[in-house]
């Protein structure tokens, strides 16, 4: 994942601007790409991983769950305290977020903003290879799978406010919470139109991310 | 604070802007007439920009009415009162980037002012308002092309192009060379004489008192003195303003 | 732009034109380009509808949205009513319009990637409404057996659009030069103006006259009905619909893709796009690499935007004005 994520990083240093649109663009060229490099090598089977793990009964209430979604639950968790305590405590969070606010004033301070650029798509790429396995015990497995789930990040991810991990956590929560429910009395059907509908509202109502913007520090 | 109610060109009566929980004017109540020059100033913060903001439509008051020539433009969109005869320049200029230096002109020139889109002499016309800015010989350039002051004048030229009656002028001075602004002030003079009224607002001092009739003093969010130019710069209030020994006011 | 290089590109213009026209008559009966030809046009008619929009820089990553509505609207109008199709057409673009009105309507406070994200997420909407309704849109089964184009008469002359391909061909290589021609008319006039000066600075172009509220409107609008006309077209040139693919994000990227490839900013920008990309995927790539030849399509996608940023257009045009 990390080696993807190194080539992605050096192939988008070539692109020129309009960076966001050709980004996108390029991107996209290059999902093309692996996905249907991953079509040629795997075939387009719907594959499944077999999980053998125990099943939970939870004390109290009328809950089932895996040992699998417990692992996963906690590994996200650890994954984002993390992330947070690097980019809140360390130097290197500093210099990191340095760079996301202002990559000039960046350079300017001495930060080597190639490396942090490089760091950056590192710890995502690294992120995203710890996701992928676990998503994969729990759901179908296809070459076109991982559109949905870079759709969800990236929708995550812009509206909690770009950069604003305890707004991404909230956000990733509250959209997982609404999805889940709506399953759970709707059925499937459904579940798109609510995620859908809130994720609009809350682009309307706090366009900022979804907690209070307060004067000065952010983060 | 106010002053006295006069039928102003531009009148603001007692509008209050907030943001969030910030208050950026309070109760402001300010005038106008017709062909006078007044130039706003007062420290980073005061409102000016808000001022200029509130009264072109790209802020809304939470309160209080603003007149121009007999019309209530409170909540009038940018474009209209535009085209009622309000223009003004940005203390960011804004060009339109890709467009050339003429181009830039040309908006002005078609959305502006009646003039017709596709009429002969349009470009001869904003050739025209370059040369009021000495910009002339980078008319065909892309705006984003050049300099920050030569960005500045080109906002006044474009300004200019909507054949405005009523001119603002936000901080032309700013990265000016002295010999520069004694041209602006020239053309300043130049324009109320053909008729228009303007308001400034500008750190420059000196540019302002040499071409205001009137100066109106800002500090957090309300005027706290207007008069000639002499009476204002000698104030003990302004200068405290100023230099920031006005204990600050709760929100 | 005011400048004199319209006369050659008007006579390139004509002789590509001229080209299409006269093509068929070259080339004799050979199915498989009719079908790819036709379809190149289709998506080169709907990447202009996209741009329509585009050109006032909200990126739009959910014109699928119209597009499905757009073919629902005109198939289940066809199925029930049993209207032709040159009517129920128009009902699919006005459709999308008013989707597109919706849009404007709650969208309008929105710019660059929260406008693009909400486009994104509007096109669930529709989408799970007609999958779920299926009493009336038969859901997920699709809508199957939809009439195709009928037959046109003119005095004598009958043409079996339904059934004959190179009638086909004609008809959607007029339909996107309607198309083409919309898109110029918005580009180049005062309109367009408006809309460049709304897209290089909204705040500057308000202040100056342009009423950006209803540029935004009326582009919008403009965008979603011939969108939508393009879905019911597709509607009964497919024979079948369902919502997976009339609302798919693939319909939403391809115009983006299209009109980036080929540029944005060009009157033929987008159409330039499907001309080259699409034939090249369909005939060449598909020859070439039968299971994965959508890797040579994404290679030339990421290799002409690195060299060139502002599509394959712009470069074309550098050649043709020696500026």
Same mark, same amino acid.
């Given at each position: 994942?990390?080696?993807?994520?190194?080539?992605?990083?050096?192939?988008?240093?070539?692109?020129?601007?309009?960076?966001?649109?050709?980004?996108?663009?390029?991107?996209?060229?290059? /999902?093309?790409?692996?996905?249907?490099?991953?079509?040629?090598?795997?075939?387009?089977?719907?594959?499944?991983?077999?999980?053998?793990?125990?099943?939970?009964?939870?004390?109290?209430?009328?809950?089932?769950?895996?040992?699998?979604?417990?692992?996963?639950?906690?590994?996200?968790?650890?994954?984002?305290?993390?992330?947070?305590?690097?980019?809140?405590?360390?130097?290197?969070?500093?210099?990191?977020?340095?760079?996301?606010?202002?990559?000039?004033?960046?350079?300017?301070?001495?930060?080597?903003?190639?490396?942090?650029?490089?760091?950056?798509? /590192?710890?995502?790429?690294?992120?995203?290879?710890?996701?992928?396995?676990?998503? /994969?015990?729990?759901?179908?497995?296809?070459?076109?799978?991982?559109?949905?789930?870079?759709?969800?990040?990236?929708?995550?991810?812009?509206?909690?406010?770009?950069?604003?991990?305890?707004?991404?956590?909230?956000?990733?929560? /509250?959209?997982?919470?609404?999805?889940?429910?709506?399953?759970?009395?709707?059925?499937?059907?459904?579940?798109?139109?609510?995620?859908?509908?809130?994720?609009?509202?809350?682009?309307?109502?706090?366009?900022?991310?979804?907690?209070?913007?307060?004067?000065?520090?952010?983060? | 604070?106010?002053?006295?109610?006069?039928?102003?060109?531009?009148?603001?009566?007692?509008?209050?802007?907030?943001?969030?929980?910030?208050?950026?004017?309070?109760?402001?109540?300010?005038?106008?007439?017709?062909?006078?020059?007044?130039?706003?100033?007062?420290?980073?913060?005061?409102?000016?920009?808000?001022?200029?903001?509130?009264?072109?439509?790209?802020?809304?008051?939470?309160?209080?009415?603003?007149?121009?020539?007999?019309?209530?433009?409170?909540?009038?969109?940018?474009?209209?009162?535009?085209?009622?005869?309000?223009?003004?320049?940005?203390?960011?200029?804004?060009?339109?980037?890709?467009?050339?230096?003429?181009?830039?002109?040309?908006?002005?020139?078609?959305?502006?002012?009646?003039?017709?889109?596709?009429?002969?002499?349009?470009?001869?016309?904003?050739?025209?308002?370059?040369?009021?800015?000495?910009?002339?010989?980078?008319?065909?350039?892309?705006?984003?092309?050049?300099?920050?002051?030569?960005?500045?004048?080109?906002?006044?030229?474009?300004?200019?192009?909507?054949?405005?009656?009523?001119?603002?002028?936000?901080?032309?001075?700013?990265?000016?060379?002295?010999?520069?602004?004694?041209?602006?002030?020239?053309?300043?003079?130049?324009?109320?004489?053909?008729?228009?009224?303007?308001?400034?607002?500008?750190?420059?001092?000196?540019?302002?008192?040499?071409?205001?009739?009137?100066?109106?003093?800002?500090?957090?969010?309300?005027?706290?003195?207007?008069?000639?130019?002499?009476?204002?710069?000698?104030?003990?209030?302004?200068?405290?303003?100023?230099?920031?020994?006005?204990?600050?006011?709760?929100? | 732009?005011?400048?004199?290089?319209?006369?050659?590109?008007?006579?390139?213009?004509?002789?590509?034109?001229?080209?299409?026209?006269?093509?068929?008559?070259?080339?004799?009966?050979?199915?498989?380009?009719?079908?790819?030809?036709?379809?190149?046009?289709?998506?080169?008619?709907?990447?202009?509808?996209?741009?329509?929009?585009?050109?006032?820089?909200?990126?739009?990553?959910?014109?699928?949205?119209?597009?499905?509505?757009?073919?629902?609207?005109?198939?289940?109008?066809? =199925?029930?009513?049993?209207?032709?199709?040159?009517?129920?057409?128009?009902?699919?673009?006005?459709?999308?319009?008013?989707?597109?009105?919706?849009?404007?309507?709650? *969208? %309008?406070?929105?710019?660059?990637? %929260?406008?693009?994200?909400?486009?994104?997420?509007?096109?669930?909407?529709?989408?799970?409404?007609?999958?779920?309704?299926?009493?009336?849109?038969? @859901?997920?089964?699709?809508?199957? @057996?939809?009439?195709?184009?009928?037959?046109?008469?003119? @005095?004598?002359?009958?043409?079996?659009?339904?059934?004959?391909?190179?009638?086909?061909?004609?008809?959607?290589?007029?339909?996107?030069?309607?198309?083409?021609?919309?898109?110029?008319?918005?580009?180049?006039?005062?309109?367009?103006?408006?809309?460049?000066?709304?897209?290089?600075?909204?705040?500057?172009?308000?202040?100056?006259?342009?009423?950006?509220?209803?540029?935004?409107?009326?582009?919008?609008?403009?965008?979603?009905?011939?969108?939508?006309?393009?879905?019911?077209?597709?509607?009964?040139?497919?024979?079948?619909?369902?919502?997976?693919?009339?609302?798919?994000?693939?319909?939403?990227?391809?115009?983006?893709?299209?009109?980036?490839?080929?540029?944005?900013?060009?009157? =033929?920008?987008?159409?330039?796009?499907?001309?080259?990309? =699409?034939?090249?995927?369909?005939?060449?790539?598909?020859?070439?690499?039968?299971?994965?030849?959508?890797?040579?399509?994404?290679?030339?996608?990421?290799?002409?935007?690195? *060299?060139?940023?502002?599509?394959?257009?712009?470069?074309?045009?550098?050649?043709?004005?020696?500026?």
């Amino acid at each position: 994942m990390i080696f993807v994520a190194v080539l992605l990083q050096k192939l988008l240093r070539y692109v020129n601007e309009p960076y966001e649109l050709n980004t996108l663009v390029v991107t996209f060229g290059l /999902a093309l790409v692996l996905q249907n490099g991953m079509l040629m090598l795997f075939s387009a089977d719907y594959r499944f991983i077999r999980s053998t793990a125990p099943i939970i009964e939870l004390p109290k209430t009328q809950l089932v769950v895996t040992q699998t979604q417990i692992i996963l639950i906690l590994t996200s968790l650890l994954a984002t305290t993390a992330l947070y305590i690097l980019l809140r405590r360390t130097f290197l969070g500093k210099a990191l977020r340095a760079t996301i606010q202002d990559r000039e004033a960046a350079k300017l301070a001495g930060i080597n903003v190639r490396r942090m650029s490089l760091i950056g798509f /590192a710890i995502g790429g690294t992120l995203i290879g710890l996701a992928g396995p676990l998503y /994969a015990r729990t759901a179908y497995l296809y070459p076109s799978g991982g559109i949905e789930a870079t759709l969800i990040a990236i929708i995550i991810t812009i509206f909690a406010g770009v950069g604003r991990i305890r707004g991404i956590l909230l956000g990733g929560w /509250a959209l997982g919470i609404a999805e889940s429910l709506t399953v759970y009395s709707l059925g499937t059907g459904w579940r798109e139109l609510v995620s859908s509908l809130f994720l609009i509202s809350l682009l309307l109502l706090r366009p900022e991310g979804i907690l209070p913007r307060r004067m000065g520090a952010n983060g | 604070m106010g002053t006295k109610t006069q039928n102003g060109f531009l009148e603001l009566r007692n509008v209050r802007v907030e943001f969030d929980r910030r208050v950026a004017l309070r109760d402001m109540s300010l005038h106008v007439m017709k062909q006078e020059i007044v130039s706003v100033i007062g420290p980073n913060g005061a409102g000016k920009t808000t001022l200029f903001n509130v009264i072109c439509g790209q802020v809304k008051p939470t309160d209080g009415a603003i007149h121009f020539n007999n019309e209530d433009i409170t909540h009038w969109p940018p474009h209209r009162i535009c085209r009622a005869g309000v223009a003004r320049t940005f203390q960011i200029a804004k060009p339109f980037p890709e467009m050339s230096v003429q181009q830039n002109v040309l908006v002005g020139l078609w959305f502006g002012s009646k003039k017709q889109y596709g009429s002969l002499t349009e470009q001869a016309e904003a050739e025209e308002l370059l040369e009021l800015v000495h910009l002339s010989a980078k008319s065909r350039l892309p705006a984003k092309d050049l300099t920050l002051s030569e960005q500045r004048r080109l906002e006044i030229a474009r300004a200019l192009a909507t054949s405005p009656q009523f001119l603002l002028l936000d901080e032309v001075a700013a990265g000016l060379s002295p010999h520069a602004i004694k041209e602006m002030a020239e053309l300043i003079k130049a324009l109320r004489h053909q008729g228009l009224t303007l308001l400034l607002t500008d750190h420059f001092l000196t540019l302002t008192s040499k071409v205001s009739d009137r100066l109106v003093a800002l500090d957090q969010g309300e005027i706290i003195m207007e008069g000639k130019p002499g009476e204002v710069l000698q104030s003990a209030e302004v200068a405290s303003a100023y230099l920031g020994e006005r204990p600050t006011r709760n929100l | 732009m005011m400048r004199t290089g319209s006369k050659p590109a008007a006579i390139y213009f004509i002789a590509i034109l001229l080209f299409f026209i006269c093509w068929p008559f070259l080339f004799q009966n050979s199915a498989l380009y009719y079908r790819v030809m036709t379809m190149t046009f289709f998506y080169g008619a709907l990447a202009l509808a996209w741009n329509v929009y585009a050109l006032t820089g909200n990126i739009s990553l959910g014109h699928a949205a119209f597009f499905g509505l757009g073919a629902y609207g005109s198939a289940l109008l066809s =199925y029930y009513w049993h209207t032709s199709p040159y009517l129920t057409i128009p009902f699919g673009g006005i459709v999308g319009a008013l989707y597109g009105a919706l849009w404007y309507a709650v *969208f %309008r406070s929105l710019r660059g990637a %929260r406008f693009a994200l909400a486009t994104l997420a509007s096109v669930e909407i529709p989408r799970v409404i007609i999958d779920n309704w299926e009493s009336f849109t038969f @859901g997920s089964l699709g809508l199957i @057996g939809i009439s195709s184009l009928t037959t046109l008469r003119f @005095g004598s002359i009958v043409i079996a659009v339904g059934e004959s391909l190179k009638a086909q061909y004609y008809l959607l290589l007029c339909f996107t030069l309607l198309i083409l021609f919309i898109h110029w008319k918005v580009m180049k006039s005062k309109w367009g103006w408006a809309i460049r000066a709304l897209r290089e600075e909204e705040t500057a172009a308000s202040m100056l006259g342009v009423n950006t509220n209803f540029i935004h409107f009326a582009t919008l609008l403009l965008s979603a009905f011939l969108t939508g006309l393009c879905g019911g077209i597709y509607a009964h040139l497919m024979g079948l619909i369902e919502p997976p693919l009339v609302f798919s994000l693939h319909i939403s990227a391809l115009p983006l893709v299209l009109t980036m490839f080929g540029g944005r900013y060009l009157v =033929y920008g987008p159409l330039l796009g499907a001309l080259i990309l =699409y034939p090249l995927d369909q005939l060449l790539f598909h020859s070439l690499l039968p299971v994965g030849h959508s890797i040579l399509y994404g290679l030339m996608i990421i290799l002409t935007l690195l *060299f060139f940023p502002r599509g394959i257009g712009s470069w074309v045009q550098k050649r043709k004005t020696a500026s």
